[in-house]
């Protein structure tokens, strides 16, 4: 969901920003003793389930992080063509999944806000699962709890270590975002197809992928 569906921009000022600055308040700290403290802490559970878990945060950081959340909500913004898109493969009865690491707590925070929720069939957070989208036991679970084919399922995520995973597991159609967050650098990367703007593969979509 969030450098795919929406701009990777308010996640990239929560974490690297807004939460530092909150922590060094609460602790009497400059913010970059706070990001020195943090930024360790968080490469430590890259790609696990504590990464995405905002309950482990706020008990690591002693912040209530769903709150802090509400602080910059303005931020979160559907990309563009994103609406239109999913409209679209509603409208070719193509079924249309959330597979996300986003927490199953703050995934409504998001669609309060972008109103996407209507377009999915499944929304599953892999809190649920017990398994990030990098690990191949969320996709085994995936599909033992919601099976579908894989032959014909397209997957499009912004990070290429999940991607990397959808496809040893069998996922044959995938494609990676260009620019999850809209005002930064865009990624370069050979090893997936690429969509920067959904419009631009509305049409492919909608004709070729099987309902």
């Not at 000022?13 to 009497?28: D, E, R, T």
């Not at 706020?58 to 999913?86: M, N, T």
């Not at 159609?173 to 260009?178: D, G, I, N, S, W």
């Amino acid at each position: 969901m969030d450098g795919t569906l929406l701009d990777l921009n308010f996640d990239n000022q929560f974490w690297l920003n807004h939460v530092p600055s909150c922590y060094a308040i609460k602790n009497g700290i400059e913010h970059q003793t706070a990001l020195d403290i943090i930024l360790p802490k968080m490469k430590s559970v890259r790609g696990s389930l504590d990464w995405y878990d905002v309950h482990y945060w706020s008990h690591e950081l002693e912040l209530d992080i769903l709150a802090l959340k509400q602080d910059l909500i303005h931020l979160i913004q559907v990309r563009p063509g994103v609406h239109d898109f999913l409209k679209a493969l509603v409208a070719h009865n193509k079924t249309i999944w959330l597979a996300t690491n986003a927490h199953h707590d703050t995934i409504p925070v998001k669609f309060n806000r972008t109103h996407l929720r209507p377009y999915f069939t499944q929304v599953i957070s892999s809190s649920d699962l017990g398994a990030p989208k990098e690990a191949t036991e969320f996709w085994q679970r995936l599909n033992r709890r919601h099976p579908f084919d894989l032959k014909t399922s397209l997957f499009i995520d912004d990070n290429l270590p999940i991607l990397r995973t959808a496809k040893e597991y069998g996922i044959p159609y995938l494609l990676t975002v260009t620019r999850p967050d809209l005002s930064g650098a865009e990624l370069r990367q050979n090893e997936f197809s690429t969509v920067d703007h959904f419009h631009d593969i509305t049409p492919f979509v909608t004709r070729h992928t099987p309902t």
